[in-house]
């Protein structure tokens, strides 16, 4: 069974910056969509980035210029490289991996505190 495992959140001050890692336990070069997600207590979980097997990638308006979505088929990796964070952005964010074939495979989420 493939799994996701996420790493790299934490706390961080407002205009700071983290990286999110999504590792696979198998080859993701063959998967054509992959994205971050994230929820917020009281709230739905959102899309924040998505990225295909080509590199095209779509990003929600709230992070657009702040967020980096990237993958590394060599390292089965999905990353996600938050800047400028906002207190807004404090959330539980989620991996998801294939989202086009039967809802893909999720993480187990990783927490972003923002705060001072």
């Known amino acids: 069974q493939v799994q996701l495992v996420e790493s790299g959140g934490g706390l961080v001050q407002p205009g700071g910056s983290l990286r999110l890692s999504c590792a696979a336990s198998?080859?993701?070069?063959?998967?054509?969509?992959m994205a971050w997600y994230r929820q917020a207590p009281g709230k739905q979980r959102e899309l924040v980035a998505a990225?295909?097997?080509?590199?095209?990638?779509n990003y929600a308006d709230s992070v657009k210029g702040r967020f980096t979505i990237s993958r590394d088929n060599a390292k089965n990796t999905l990353y996600l490289q938050m800047n400028s964070l906002k207190p807004e952005d404090a959330a539980v964010y989620y991996c998801?991996?294939?989202?086009?074939?039967?809802?893909?495979?999720w993480g187990q989420g990783t927490q972003v505190t923002v705060s001072s």
């Open positions: 998801n991996m294939g989202g086009d074939y039967r809802g893909g495979i």
């Open positions: 198998g080859s993701i070069f063959s998967i054509y969509i």
């Open positions: 990225i295909t097997s080509g590199g095209s990638t």
